[in-house]
C-alpha cells in the first residue's frame, strides 16, 4: 500500500455514506481522486483466454481487479490527504477499458475534514 509518511490508511476513513458515525463534517475540500490503468500481461492474457472457454471464474482477471481498486483506494487516500482531509465519503468506484489490452479504474468521493462528534 502506498503511504505518504502520515498515519496508515486503516486509520483514515473512507466510506460510501455520505456521513461517519460518530462524526461531524467540518470542511468539504471537494473531489478527491485516485486512478489506475493497468494490463495483465500476455502470459496472463494467454492462460485467461482459456479459462474463458470453460464456465467459472476467471481468476486471473479477479485477481487484477481487486489488486487495481485497492490500489485506487491508495491513491484516492494519498489525493485526500494532499488537499487537506482526513476522510473521504461518498466513495464510488468507475472503471473502463482502454484497448483490449487495459484496464482502468478509479475511485473517487469526496474529500472533508471530520471530527469527533463527542
Not at 461517519?20 to 492474457?45: H, N, P
Request: net charge negative; no cysteine.
Amino acid at each position: 500500500m502506498s503511504n505518504t509518511g502520515e498515519d496508515p490508511p486503516a486509520s483514515f476513513p473512507v466510506t460510501t455514506g455520505l456521513g461517519l458515525q460518530g462524526m461531524t463534517i467540518e470542511q468539504d475540500l471537494g473531489l478527491a481522486f485516485g486512478l489506475v490503468v493497468r494490463s495483465m500481461g500476455f502470459a496472463k492474457s494467454v492462460g485467461a483466454a482459456f479459462k474463458t472457454l470453460r464456465q467459472g471464474e476467471v481468476s486471473q482477471y479477479t485477481e487484477l481487479l481487486e489488486d487495481s481498486r485497492r490500489h485506487a483506494v491508495d491513491r484516492l487516500i494519498e489525493n485526500a490527504r494532499l488537499l487537506g482531509a482526513n476522510a473521504v465519503v461518498a466513495m464510488r468506484f468507475d472503471s473502463s477499458e482502454i484497448g483490449q489490452q487495459l484496464t482502468e479504474i478509479v475511485a473517487y468521493g469526496t474529500a472533508v475534514v471530520v471530527r469527533s462528534a463527542a
